[in-house]
């Protein structure tokens, strides 16, 4: 192909500064060198954690940078050494990699992948530990390995996820994060019985998968936590037979949840970020098997905290990151799922906007009839 080898300069947003409007650049994109991948992105949604890093809380946060990491693409090039994919292939990026060769993926253990997590926190690629994006000769930072909101990004082999070309590009870029996680944290984190009684705190995309989760997993009671009301209506799609919003209560809202269940719940699951509310969710689960998994992100500083007797009277506490999935192997999958009618995703996309609008689609994260915001990023 002709860009093969070239620079490629092409639009993307830029965020220079902590909560500074994002910037629409001509951004110079380096070619793959070895092990690595360049992706034309076509659409990216936006996710939480963009905001939250983007607002200066993450101790990972490197400005200039470019984010965005729930997105899906086509290779446009491919450095030496890769394998796996090839021009033309269509793709997700994977902010968690699998390399399936290190420590932890060789461990059957856990998602988490050791091999490119080092130079992905710092913002650069483990071959020159340099950015492959600049403007006008000054690097940009990478961000999560990914950096989707740019119309060409360069990633990590191991974090591609080569997708069914029939599928989607505008839908299965929400596979990228909040969905999978959401489904992972009850399928593989929690491993939620048939039966069982759960509680979700907080109900955007990453709350409505587990929801969805939950009720595929055969739960009985799927009971959603949110401030707005308004959450429930949309909630009821998702399978949340329940709502509560703590605002209506006087008691703290772990004790309603309590009262409510004969003792408290068989799992429950912070969808939200806040440490409060992860202690509520612990505290709201059933004493001597009650499981609580961690899924939001919570900001620098902030800790959490319960008493040690929770836990010795048979509370787990859990955490979950991209809902346990291997990226590169499972997300694939999720594709075929998708294709098949047995996972949702269309439902979760509330808007749809281009690159050249992504500030206006961040505006609307904050408000609450916004799940996701799907960006075009082509003409
Ligand atoms: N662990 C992971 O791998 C992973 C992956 C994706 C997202 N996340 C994190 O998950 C969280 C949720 O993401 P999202 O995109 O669904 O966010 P979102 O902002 O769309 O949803 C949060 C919901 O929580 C509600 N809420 C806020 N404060 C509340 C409170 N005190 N009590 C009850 N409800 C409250 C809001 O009304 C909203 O409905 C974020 O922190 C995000 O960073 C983590
Ligand atoms: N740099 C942040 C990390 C935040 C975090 O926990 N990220 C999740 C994914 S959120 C996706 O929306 C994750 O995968 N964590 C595991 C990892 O980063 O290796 C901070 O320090 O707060
Ligand atoms: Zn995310
Ligand atoms: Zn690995």
């Known amino acids: 192909m002709a860009t093969q080898g070239q620079v490629i300069t092409c639009k993307a947003a830029v965020a220079y500064e902590p909560n500074k409007p994002l910037v629409i650049e001509d951004v110079q994109v380096a070619p793959p060198q070895a092990g690595e991948v360049r992706i034309k992105i ?55 990699a699998e390399c399936r060769e290190c ?27 340099q950015s492959r994006f600049s403007v006008n000769g000054k690097p940009i930072y990478h961000f999560m390995g990914t950096s989707t909101f740019s119309q060409y990004t360069v990633v990590h082999d191991v974090s591609v996820a080569k997708i ?3 599928a ?36 955007g995309t990453v709350g409505l998968a587990v929801a969805e989760g939950a009720k595929s997993a055969g739960a009985s009671r799927i009971i959603g936590v949110d401030i707005d009301s308004k959450k429930y209506d949309i909630a009821k799609n998702f399978g949340v037979t329940e709502f509560v919003n703590p605002k209506d209560h006087d008691k703290p809202i772990q004790q ?7 003792g408290g719940v068989d799992y429950s699951f912070e969808c939200i970020g806040n440490v409060s ?15 609580s998994v961690i899924i939001g992100v919570a900001a620098s500083g902030q800790e959490i905290s319960t008493r040690p007797f929770q836990l010795v009277t048979g509370r787990v506490w859990k955490g979950t990151a991209f809902g346990g999935f291997k990226s590169r192997s499972q997300v694939p999958w999720l594709v075929d799922k998708y294709m ?10 509330t808007h749809n906007l281009t690159l050249g609008d ?11 009839s916004c799940l996701r915001c799907v960006l075009k990023l082509h003409e």
Request: proline share 5%.
């Open 340 to 349: 098949k009618k047995e996972i949702k995703i269309d439902e979760y996309i």
């Open 256 to 262: 309603v949840l309590v009262d409510l269940t004969d």
């Open 164 to 166: 069914d070309p029939q």
């Open 277 to 291: 509310v992860m202690r509520a969710a612990l505290e709201c689960c059933h004493k001597g098997w009650g499981t």
């Open 358 to 368: 992504i500030n206006k689609a961040f505006d609307l994260m904050h408000e609450g």
């Open 42 to 96: 076509l659409f990216t949604a936006l996710c939480h954690t963009d905001a939250y890093t983007w607002s200066g809380k993450d101790p990972e946060g490197l400005f200039p940078c470019i984010l965005g990491h729930e997105a899906a693409g086509i290779v446009e090039s491919v450095g030496e050494g890769v394998t796996e994919v090839q021009p033309g292939d269509h793709v997700i990026p994977c902010y968690q």
């Open 103 to 129: 420590k932890f993926c060789k461990s059957g253990k856990t998602n988490l992948c050791g091999k490119v997590r080092t130079a992905t926190g710092a913002g650069v690629m483990m071959n020159d530990r």
């Open 168 to 203: 989607p590009l505008d839908k299965v870029c929400l596979l990228g994060c909040g969905v999978p996680t959401g489904l992972g944290a009850v399928w593989n984190t929690a491993k939620v019985e048939p039966g069982s009684t759960v509680a979700i705190f907080g109900l």
